[in-house]
């Protein structure tokens, strides 16, 4: 019979979490999983539970995740990562979608976050949906170096029920994280000839902070919900101080009007 649906999953190290992970998709078709040369027990683990196992050199993202889907046979492709989690709802959900006569081309999902043992609800977490189900040959991943998107040639619509989302287990992988994504973000910017400002870089992270944790009430994920806001107006600075470097504070003109007036 033809496969109905593959789970397709990138890894490298992620012994930890993996387990949950694959025994939440025992009921897809295939699962495909896409190594870049884990030195712990990732692919013993994803052998256990019945994945097809395929090692890629990691060339970033996009390249991994669109080898991964290239190697599913499933009419339907469920584009997750190894710190997620399908329940049951949208397991069912799923189920039922991908067997109707109506289906779309590709489905967005909303995404549960899980920070620092909490769920938060509120701020730019508050509804978040990736585009994570979609029909084998309609999809792929955009060429980005961060924040990889599936774009999808055809319809689309979201399903009711969501993925969770096992994110850093503390605050410290949290900022250990920081330095690895905006490396990536600088490379994106330098892609889209975004040129920085005095604004993006002294301001633009407070104004992200003020937006989130309270116009989006983030406040009322407690302390969990103020240490996430933070770090994440944090992360929006770094990544144009990181950017407004390489581009060169000289070459920005609010900077250029200072180092005048220095002189």
């Known amino acids: 019979m033809d496969k109905k649906i593959s789970a397709v ?15 939440h998709l025992q009921w897809a078709d295939e699962i495909i999983v896409a190594d870049s040369g884990s030195k712990d027990k990732t692919m013993e683990i994803a052998k256990k539970y019945g994945a097809k196992v395929f090692q890629k050199k990691w060339e ?3 390249k991994q995740k669109n080898f991964a889907i ?9 584009s997750i990562d190894a710190d997620e989690i399908v329940t049951d709802d949208l397991k069912k959900e799923i189920i039922a979608v991908i067997n109707s006569d ?3 081309d590709g489905y967005f999902i909303k995404i549960k976050n899980f920070y620092y043992g909490k769920f938060l609800k509120y701020g730019q977490l508050k509804k978040v949906y990736n585009l994570r189900l979609f029909k084998r040959g309609k999809g792929k991943f955009q060429d980005t170096a961060v924040h990889e998107v599936v774009n999808v040639n055809g319809q689309t619509g979201k399903l009711k029920n969501f993925l969770i989302h096992y994110t850093t287990e503390n605050i410290y992988k949290h900022i250990e994280k920081i330095n690895k994504y905006t490396e990536l973000e600088v490379i994106n910017l330098k892609s889209k000839n975004y040129k920085p400002t005095g604004y993006s870089v002294l301001l633009k992270w407070i ?33 144009e101080i990181k950017y407004a470097a390489n581009y060169g504070f000289q070459n920005i003109k609010f900077f250029k009007t200072l180092f005048k007036k220095a002189k």
Not at 9 to 14: D, E
Not at 211 to 234: E, P, Q, R, T
């Open 70 to 78: 290239s190697k599913a046979k499933g009419k339907w492709i469920l």
């Open 207 to 239: 104004f992200v902070f003020i937006k989130n944790y309270f116009f989006k009430f983030g406040f009322l994920d407690g302390i969990n919900g103020l240490i996430f806001n933070v770090i994440s107006a944090y992360y929006v600075l770094i990544k």
């Open 60 to 62: 970033g993202y996009v």
């Open 102 to 104: 109506n289906a779309k």
């Open 9 to 23: 999953i990138i890894t490298r190290n992620v012994e930890n979490v993996l387990p949950d992970c694959l025994y």
